[in-house]
């Protein structure tokens, strides 16, 4: 049984194709499936009744499901979606004033046991498939009851929740690519944001393939700091991932990188760490996104004062870059940044095997 969800353009074209029908059913399908919220074939009344008679015995649309919708005194809102026997990953709404901005996972869980992040501490148990990922998406214009006709009410969307996005690289574009579709989202590139730890060889691949606006959490600005804050660095150092994001920089949607930053008290935040940045990202087109530590239990950090934030700040944009600081969003309900934990069954092996496995199919 097909389930639609999880199929781009050209796959639906090629879907009705093997039905006998003509094309144009594909891009009427994808319409109702994501402009409409459509969850069954007889709503779709553009298409032939035959068609409809047809569909419920080869396909289904069948969205992650939804265990527990919260929403923050801040008006941020989480939603629990259970992908899998014991498994659940964990999506947000962050509206503000000009823009609502949807964060969606990627993976249940994470395998890159980022010290500072409760997703790390949770282990790994297997990418989201395309339709897990959209189904995202799916559920918050659905629960936002979104008019097609109307207003955007997710007007960007950051793939920062949990989960590594270019680990799960071929699910996570296919994705991206309904997000972009004119008869899908219809979102802009510069409105679309991939958030990576730094998988040097797929940021190449996405900036050939389908450049969106990045993210690169970079969270210390020195080798020896950073392989003990973001592990990832042991295989892709600063001296390879600088150039990465020289080179994504050029061909993006956007003439520069996102550096996000997460601010941790007496270990990444000292004038001579903002110093460090400066020589590190002095030939890269970049911003600095400094985020406050957001604790979950036994986290091990503690949050930089607010102070200490805005002197960092200023040395960075002392030294000629853009800076700005996250304000947190729905800490009364652990959706701010680095809180999301979902449910994950572990099945890790952690980082080596995630990456070798990518690897090779790159």
């Not at 989202?185 to 958030?195: A, E, F, Q």
């Not at 990045?214 to 042991?234: C, E, G």
Request: glycine residues 8%; proline residues 6%.
């Amino acid at each position: 049984m097909q389930n639609l969800l999880d199929l781009d353009l050209p796959g639906l074209v090629a879907f009705f194709e093997s039905l006998g029908e003509k094309p144009f059913r594909a891009r009427q399908v994808l319409r109702w499936l994501h402009q409409y919220g459509a969850d069954d074939f007889y709503q779709m009344t553009d298409l032939a009744k035959s068609l409809r008679a047809k569909l419920p015995e080869v396909a289904e649309i069948r969205p992650p499901l939804l265990h527990q919708e919260q929403v923050s005194d801040d008006g941020t809102r989480k939603w629990l979606l259970e992908v899998g026997p014991q498994n659940r990953v964990e999506t947000v709404f962050i509206p503000e004033a000009e823009r609502g901005t949807l964060c969606v996972s990627t993976q249940v869980g994470c395998a890159l046991e980022c010290a500072f992040c409760s997703t790390g501490r949770q282990g790994f148990n297997r990418n989201l498939s395309v339709a897990e990922i959209i189904g995202q998406l799916w559920w918050a214009n659905k629960a936002m009851g979104r008019d097609p006709k109307g207003d955007r009410i997710i007007s960007n969307v950051v793939l920062m929740g949990m989960g590594e996005p270019l680990l799960n690289y071929d699910n996570t574009v296919t994705a991206v690519s309904l997000m972009l579709d004119d008869h899908a989202y219809g979102l802009s590139k510069r409105r679309v944001t991939i958030s990576t730890s730094g998988i040097v060889p797929a940021m190449d691949r996405l900036r050939a393939q389908m450049p969106v606006a990045l993210a690169v959490s970079l969270h210390a600005p020195n080798d020896a700091l950073r392989d003990q804050l973001v592990p990832i660095n042991r295989k892709y150092p600063l001296s390879v991932l600088m150039p990465a994001c020289r080179r994504y920089a050029q061909d993006g949607p956007r003439d520069f990188i996102t550096f996000e930053y997460v601010m941790l008290d007496g270990i990444n935040d000292r004038p001579e760490h903002a110093e460090q940045l400066l020589h590190l990202t002095r030939d890269v087109n970049c911003k600095f996104n400094l985020i406050p530590f957001n604790p979950f239990p036994d986290s091990g950090f503690r949050r930089s004062p607010s102070e200490t934030v805005c002197r960092f700040a200023s040395q960075l944009m002392g030294g000629g870059k853009i800076a700005t600081t996250r304000k947190t969003r729905g800490d009364d309900i652990d959706a701010a940044c680095g809180q999301l934990a979902g449910q994950v069954q572990d099945k890790s092996k952690r980082v080596s095997s995630r990456i070798e496995k990518f690897m090779g199919a790159v």
